[in-house]
């Protein structure tokens, strides 16, 4: 009850915030008449200004109503667009640091200029973060008009370019790109011997679209650099065929009782209790899709072992660079039952592309780990 009145007389923490942010947003609107009155040239001119007023000791904060005021100005004679109060609010908010929350169709990628333009005069880059290339490729092309006009360099960091193409879209004022590929870049940064090598400079500032999905559910995907192993694929083939040949029992979970039964939850949402040795004895390996997981049963083991002629699926292969056969044998099953065709990956040019679970998008280059 307290907190609801307290609520009413003082306001929510995102009212509180708006109200702070007012005051700037009518600074930023007092310039408007004076950036309306300014000539293209003029217009152009000011970027040199801010720069010289960051040299003789002013911060990003004292020139921000006049540089929004500017961008504001841009916006409306290149692309006929004017930033509302409301994205010069969202554009202050994400030049602090903060997360701005704005619903689909309220400009999120206008809003974006106005930080983008503020922290790139600093000289020292400002990186735009995509989910996808063709975000990327089209956000430059939309809203590059208003930087250049400005006199800001402006590039794109897309899957497949050379190192040489790389370098010049790092070197640009304004970089767009997608979280992989700045991430892969940041890798390969690290791997490198020699300074001219490197693609990336010392990072500044960075602006990220769809916050949530790039740093929460795309986050649980690692970013990992690896090449072709030397071993042969013969292995691979011989696993498939020896996964093709058990009796498996696909289930969305399974959990393990003290009373020595295991549980297993259907795709139906039916419970199935039986007991570990039955479950044991009657197949050779049970999946579980919510964990992508796959586990050969005593029985399984036993039957992989006949069909192999070895003693142990899990001794150590004469060859370093491999697995025991045991390893072989669980990825053969997970690719056979947990990852589908045209959904989890596709066939292209003779070669298996990973869908992004995420966007849907093909993803050239990746691969999962663990073979």
């Keep these: 009850m307290i907190g ?10 995102n009212e509180r915030e708006l109200r702070r942010l007012k005051p700037l947003v009518e600074k930023v609107n007092s310039f408007e008449s004076w950036a309306r009155g300014l ?20 911060t990003l904060e004292d020139i921000l109503p006049e540089a929004y005021a500017v961008v504001r100005e841009t916006a409306k004679r290149k692309l006929n ?25 309220e400009g999120k990628t206008l809003v974006a200029t106005l930080p983008a333009y503020l922290n790139a005069l600093t000289g020292k880059g400002v990186h735009i973060v995509t989910v996808n290339d063709y975000l990327a490729k089209r956000d430059r092309e939309w809203m590059g008009p208003i930087y ?34 700045f991430g892969f870049d940041y890798l390969r940064d690290n791997m ?16 990220v679209d769809e916050v949530d999905s790039i740093l929460i559910d795309e986050a ?13 694929v013969d292995k691979y083939y011989v696993a498939d065929r020896v996964a093709r040949s058990l009796k498996v029992r696909v289930v969305v979970e399974s959990r393990n009782t003290q009373d020595g039964h295991t549980i297993l939850r259907t795709s139906d949402g039916r419970e199935e209790k039986i007991l570990r ?34 003693e142990s699926l899990w001794e150590q292969m004469p060859d370093a660079f491999s697995e025991p056969w ?35 998008r093909l993803m050239p280059g990746r691969r999962w780990s663990d073979g």
């Design 81 to 105: 667009m004017r930033h509302f109060d409301v994205q010069i609010m969202g554009g202050i908010v994400l030049h602090q640091g903060k997360i701005a929350e704005m619903a689909t169709g």
């Design 148 to 181: 250049e006009s400005l006199g800001l360099s402006v590039g794109v960091i897309v899957h497949g370019q050379s190192v040489s193409e790389k370098k010049a879209a790092y070197q640009a004022d304004i970089t767009y790109g997608t979280n992989n590929e």
């Design 39 to 58: 000539t293209d040239a003029q217009l152009r001119e000011q970027t040199d200004k801010f720069r010289e007023r960051l040299d003789n000791g002013d």
């Design 277 to 310: 040795e039955e479950l044991d004895k009657e197949y050779d390996a049970v999946i579980e899709e919510k964990n992508n997981s796959a586990r050969l049963t005593s029985r399984g083991e036993k039957r992989c072992e006949e069909i192999l002629k070895i």
């Design 192 to 207: 490198v011997i020699s300074p001219e090598d490197l693609v990336q400079r010392e990072h500044h500032y960075a602006i």
């Design 326 to 360: 045991a390893h072989y044998i669980t990825q053969a099953l997970r690719a056979r039952y947990l990852f589908k065709r045209d959904v989890d990956y596709v066939i292209k040019d003779g070669q298996v592309i990973i869908v992004d679970e995420f966007t849907g």
């Design 220 to 232: 649980r995907t690692p970013l990992i650099i690896s090449g072709p192993a030397d071993e042969s």
């Design 4 to 13: 609801f009145v307290l609520r009413k007389i003082i306001g929510t923490q």
